[in-house]
Nanobody
Framework: QVQLVESGGGLVQAGGSLRLSCAVS????????MNWYRQTPGKEREWVAS???????NYADSVKGRFTISRDNVKKTMYLQMDSLRSEDTAVYYC?????WGQGTQVTVSS
């Protein structure tokens, strides 16, 4: 059974930082391209960042230069370091691998 479990969300002031984690089980983590998405009420789920099996990152323009995606293949965990947070980063953040999704973790940035 595939499981993706996000953690690390919370409430932070604008300009602050958070680090999200996504622990993965049930799939061959090291060969997966892993993704972070986010969603706010009434809007489509939005792609945020991805990291390939070869550790190549890619970012949405809205987070480029502020967010850093990484992975630890031994721990089977993906991370999203979020710095210089803005109110518009407020969302539920989801990790994704192929068609598998986590339950999401809420990030709230107060201005």
């Amino acid at each position: 059974q595939v499981q993706l479990v996000e953690s690390g969300g919370g409430l932070v002031q604008a300009g602050g930082s958070l680090r999200l984690s996504c622990a993965v089980s049930g799939i061959a983590f090291s060969i997966q391209t892993m993704n972070w998405y986010r969603q706010t009420p009434g809007k489509e789920r939005e792609w945020v960042a991805s990291i390939t099996s070869g550790n190549w990152p890619n970012y949405a323009d809205s987070v480029k230069g502020r967010f850093t995606i990484s992975r630890d293949n031994v721990k089977k965990t993906m991370y999203l370091q979020m710095d210089s947070l803005r109110s518009e980063d407020t969302a539920v953040y989801y990790c994704n691998a192929q068609t598998n999704w986590g339950q999401g973790t809420q990030v709230t940035v107060s201005s």
